[in-house]
Nanobody
Framework: QVQLVESGGGLVHTGGSLRLSCAAS????????IGWFRQAPGKEREGVSC????????YYAESVKGRFTISRDNAKNTVYLQMNSLKPEDTAIYYC???????????????????WGQGTQVTVSS
């Protein structure tokens, strides 16, 4: 059974940092595309960053480029999202998603991913 569990969310001040973790179980992360999405109150869920399984190609939303970094530790079967220089507009529930096994380049859109975690809250105070 595929399961994704996010952790690392919390409350930080503007300019602070958080590292989100997504621990996978029931499958081997190596062969799965992984994405981080977020959803703020009253807004659509949007793709923040995604990484392909085949060549590790990454994608970042324009709003987080230069501030967020996605990475994967296949040995730990875990994916991370390092978030620096956080802004109040980054406040949202952050979700980890997976799709695979696949070598197709990940599309950082909600319909691409079939497996989702329960989400972790990130709140950035001004």
């Amino acid at each position: 059974q595929v399961q994704l569990v996010e952790s690392g969310g919390g409350l930080v001040h503007t300019g602070g940092s958080l590292r989100l973790s997504c621990a996978a179980s029931g499958f081997t992360l190596d062969y799965y595309a992984i994405g981080w999405f977020r959803q703020a109150p009253g807004k659509e869920r949007e793709g923040v960053s995604c990484i392909s399984s085949s060549d590790g190609t990454t994608y970042y939303a324009e709003s987080v480029k230069g501030r967020f970094t996605i990475s994967r530790d296949n040995a730990k079967n875990t994916v991370y999202l390092q978030m620096n220089s956080l802004k109040p507009e980054d406040t949202a529930i952050y979700y980890c998603a997976a799709q695979g096994p696949t070598t197709v380049q990940a599309m950082c859109v909600r319909p691409f991913f079939g497996y989702w975690g329960q989400g972790t809250q990130v709140t950035v105070s001004s």
